[in-house]
């Protein structure tokens, strides 16, 4: 739910987004997977597959118990994402439509990298729900090409 | 903090694609999902 929440967040706001930089989705699963994900959420951002989740230990992603994973407040966004949150919803709704296929426990986050290879922001999620907003991508995103051109 | 670059990840057509590519004309946002439940 959470996923598909952050992943129509985005959407509403690709202009924005790709005009402050490039973003690419990675996920877990296959080709299908990916695909069916973007035809539920209509995200048309690029989208790639870690399926041994190599990338997600790259980055240190963390692996959480299911009491780390649901806590209170991200219980309480879910509700409100149920709704639409403000971003409206999938197709389906924005509720799961099928039993997670890829690992549960895996986090999700968010990264910046500048041209040189340096990680100049990171949003390693907390907990389920803690997905970063458009808004912090942005900046992110802006402060990085900033960086790079004052680099020059 | 360098991004490690000598990963290689599949695409949805299932090519592949190195991920040092992603960020060499520009500053890219990777963002990762936790499922797609």
């Given at each position: 739910m959470h996923c598909r929440h952050h992943a129509l967040q985005l959407q509403r706001d690709r202009e924005e987004l790709r005009a402050a930089g490039d973003v690419v989705l990675i996920g877990m699963g296959t080709p299908a997977h990916a695909n069916n994900f973007r035809a539920e959420t209509g995200v048309d951002f690029r989208m790639l597959l870690s399926r041994d989740k190599a990338a997600y230990r790259a980055f240190d992603l963390k692996r959480s118990s299911a009491l780390e994973l649901f806590t209170p407040g991200s219980v309480l966004k879910g509700l409100a994402r149920l709704r639409g949150g403000g971003v409206g919803k999938a197709k389906g709704g924005?509720?799961?439509?099928?039993?997670?296929?890829?690992?549960?426990h895996q986090l999700g986050g968010a990264f910046v990298i500048a041209p040189d290879g340096e990680i100049t922001w990171a949003h390693p999620n907390?907990?389920?729900?803690?997905n970063a907003s458009s808004d912090e991508i942005i900046a992110a995103l802006r402060a990085a090409a900033g960086r790079t051109s004052a680099a020059r | 903090m360098r991004a490690p670059g000598d990963l290689v990840l599949d695409d949805a057509d299932g090519g592949e694609v190195p991920?040092?590519?992603?960020?060499a004309n520009g500053p890219v946002a990777l963002i990762f999902l936790r499922h797609y439940g």
């Open positions: 924005n509720l799961p439509l099928r039993a997670p296929e890829q690992d549960w907390s907990d389920v729900a803690d | 991920l040092a590519e992603l960020w």
